[in-house]
């Protein structure tokens, strides 16, 4: 960053919602995603929910030309769903896997399934500048379905924690670090207070200098066609969920120039990108005279506070979780003791010589398989929330540790 | 580190091998772990095998007064197994998991089930001198079971890779990186020369100026009373697969001074203090005038050399993983098929007003038990060995990627 010391950043981000057999006119609007980006001069494309690596295949053809440095991070039966095209070359790429995720058994929500991560990479500026390291993350954390009795606030809290504790972890060494993402939280929720306060990262909707798009930079309007009206009758503005964050670190400054959304549809057309609005930044990153150390975004006591209450949020899903290992085992225990009532019958009724049959035969094999089923599946839930009674208490005790440095350290 | 230019530091690593009700005198071994970690004075103790949260904080509560800063890592079911105590403040832990380990359908092995993770945290060294950031981690592999046939190789490069990276990636801020654990290879093998390769780790038992233990500094021998002799036939002298690794980064220099190792069992007893040898290591941290930049511990070539064959056996056990995935969705296909021929015999009886059933109804309803079985079990095979294809293409991806750069960069 020697020749020119000032870099001008376009970043784009959109959570696609391209779920194969699912999502309606998928492949028209992959079409016309892809056609956008060409058009436009991006410096970094972060993509979520593209599902099907076949629609991955057919925007890396397509943009093979304007972005050359593409990834996808493969994981997990359906995927990730995350995908960056760059136009610098990406030297490195990692994918972080949150502990908790909802549950299996909630099928219509479905999350548990498409296992949500979050993928890291080093990409490097090689223009007429010296490197600058960047580090995008492109991620979804679980979704909200009901904001009044919010059973995945917890799951939500641990992912925002561990995306926190990973961005830290991970960023040590960039100059600028970059997260763009369907986040599923309100701008004020604790979730997005604790990400934000305990990384240093930057909200560009609230930094940027110019900005242009829908009301309250929402992400998620009602003018969109897609979108479930019932879900946003308590927001009439819509709700802004998708963000693009930031932070410079070292001898680097970041400013946000420019923050645009789509407002409902693709610019001159009918028909939206994807259900969500897209996200545009325009940052302008600057060689700064002096290193300036890391410093948080949010005073200490302030930190603090948020810390103690996704804490106390965690502590009680930790009950919550206790209560169901409890019943679980219990329902198994029932199961098992069934069957051995049931062997003991069938053991007496062969010891007996077929005497005196209570049962006939294919009720007597239909209960025990009902009971084999039930002690399945109870004890396949007993394990899960046993492990989520794990991942609970050990952030719990995470955000203890902190919660004491930030109190003992002036 | 102003004050003093030179820095001590001692570090003890050992695979417990504490598994409750199967590891043979456990409690007695974990509290002849812990007296002994209480005499001696180190500074870092990486253990591994620690399943029972229980035995941890047994441990704990002994070495409280000379190891204040003691860390568990929280993770799966069981446990990840691993866990920190330390004289130094613990800052920031993480917790990654491997995409890969094992089938949960080797129920022998087990290793699927107790997930294995790597551990790392920034601990802060605060006596004399200025901050040095430590980077330990503590970590195992998934185990060899038979080195002519080993089924695992492909699992284990991909672990040994995703280690690799997130050292890499967590490690960019660190002045000095520590990695101790059970790796489960030899020195020879193709994923330590990837991992110490890629990350530039140096292996503490080739750079000690002195060293003391076993002879090859092995880890698994025929002395101690615990290991399975058969399996150590082809090794008369036993193997090494437990390693304490380091690197220094920026302006620090790090050397060891001493490495042993126990010998079969604990020093003045008749008793091991596990089926493996602890690994001692003292290192001598210093300050350097001037930073030096990260360099490979290897030379470009031969690491070319050494990803082309790493990526050589993913590939191949992309193929075994994609051929296991096209039987197990046959499999599926079949029962399904069964099933429903038995519905159309079914819906044929009914309608037929029970003319003609060909079957005694008990052996039809076992039929269709067996055949929802088999269904089950197929599905959750080939979405498990889809989940696996994707994993090892990734890897392979990543390793086609980085030996790209490798070649194209002088």
């Known amino acids: 960053m020697e020749g020119d010391p000032t870099l001008r950043l376009r970043v784009f981000d959109l959570n696609c919602w391209a779920i194969r057999y699912l999502s309606k006119r998928r492949q028209e609007r992959i079409r016309l995603i892809g056609d956008m980006l060409r058009q436009e001069d991006f410096d970094l494309v972060l993509l979520q929910e593209v599902w099907s690596e076949r629609d991955y295949s057919d925007l890396k053809v397509k943009l093979e030309g304007c972005y050359p440095f593409p990834h996808y991070f493969r994981s997990g039966v359906i995927g990730s769903g995350l995908c960056v095209f760059s136009r610098f070359p990406i030297l490195d790429t990692l994918l972080y896997q949150y502990s ?70 991970t960023s040590k060494a960039a100059d600028v670090v970059l997260l763009g993402g369907d986040l599923n939280m309100h701008p004020e929720d604790v979730g997005i207070r604790l990400l934000r306060g305990w990384t240093g990262l930057r909200d560009a909707f609230a930094e940027a200098t110019h900005f242009e798009g829908c009301e309250d930079g929402c992400t998620l309007v009602p003018n969109n066609c897609f979108t479930d009206k019932s879900e946003l009758l308590p927001f009439p503005l819509g709700i802004r969920i998708d963000y693009i964050l930031y932070k410079a670190i070292s001898s680097f400054m970041v400013k946000c120039e420019e923050l645009k959304t789509t407002t409902g549809s693709a610019p001159g057309m009918d028909l939206p990108f994807s259900d969500h609005e897209a996200v545009m930044a325009t940052l302008h990153i600057q060689r700064q005279g002096q290193a300036v150390g890391a410093t948080l975004a949010t005073a200490k006591p302030v930190l603090a506070d948020v810390v103690t209450e996704a804490r106390t949020e965690v502590g009680m899903g930790l009950q919550a979780a206790q209560r169901q290992r409890y019943s679980s085992g219990r329902m198994a225990l029932l199961a098992l003791l069934l069957l051995l009532l049931q062997a003991m019958a069938a053991l007496g009724a062969l010891a007996g010589l077929d005497a005196g049959q209570p049962f006939p035969k294919l009720s007597f094999c239909l209960l025990a398989f009902l009971a084999i089923g039930i002690l399945l599946l109870a004890t396949g839930l007993h394990l899960f929330h046993t492990m989520e009674v794990k991942m609970l208490h050990s952030t719990e005790e995470q955000m203890r540790m902190v919660l004491r440095m930030l109190q003992e350290r002036p």
Request: some cysteine; overall charge positive.
């Open 100 to 169: 908790l995720n909802g549950y299996p058994y909630m099928l219509q929500h479905g999350d548990w399934f498409c296992g949500k991560f979050a993928g890291s990479l080093g990409a490097r500026q090689v223009l007429a500048w010296k490197l600058a390291s960047l580090l995008p993350c492109s991620h979804q954390l679980h979704a909200e379905y009901c904001r009044e009795k919010d059973a995945y606030l917890p799951h939500r809290l641990v992912q925002a924690w561990e995306l926190a504790q990973f961005i830290r972890h």
